[in-house]
């Protein structure tokens, strides 16, 4: 027991000493993001949830400072085949390119690529499988914006 307080305490002390700042700390990378990334208009059901879970995770902006520019694209593959060739199983990877750019610059800060996967199942009837499906498209979109969060968040063009 005192072994292990005493190596969270050596390890905060470490942390300290190396300029640690939290993210979401009065000084982080956070307070640069937080309510200034203006999204591209979703025109899409996928595109609707990805911009939905960014605002959730970043607000929505009043005054935004910068422009967030992304293409989407999803893929399907079956992973369960039945031995009729029936595919009770699919996987849906998806892709997200992006760019950050300054308001009313044409240059990004920062720029890069996402990537998730997620699968659902197509075992039950038609209704079932089909609300899997978008199931599995929004909880995608939600991986790919949390992903993308997490970079911006770190990336020192941002802070």
């Not at 498209?137 to 968040?153: C, E």
């Amino acid at each position: 027991m005192w072994s292990s307080r005493r190596n969270v305490l050596l390890g905060a002390a470490a942390l300290a000493g190396c300029g640690f700042t939290p993210v979401y700390g009065p000084d982080g990378g956070a307070n640069g993001i937080r309510d200034a990334i203006r999204m591209d208009a979703p025109n899409t059901r996928d595109s609707f949830d990805f911009v939905a879970q960014m605002e959730q995770r970043l607000g929505r902006p009043n005054a935004p400072r910068y422009d967030l520019s992304y293409a989407i694209t999803t893929r399907e593959s079956g992973l369960a085949i039945t031995g009729s060739n029936f595919v009770t199983r699919f996987n849906v990877q998806g892709t997200l390119t992006y760019a950050v750019r300054p308001v009313g610059d044409a240059d990004p800060v920062t720029e890069g690529v996402v990537t998730g996967f997620t699968s659902y199942s197509a075992s039950g009837s038609t209704i079932s499988t089909l609300a899997s499906e978008r199931d599995a498209s929004a909880r995608l979109m939600v991986i790919l914006a949390d992903k993308l969060v997490a970079q911006l968040l770190v990336d020192p063009a941002l802070t």
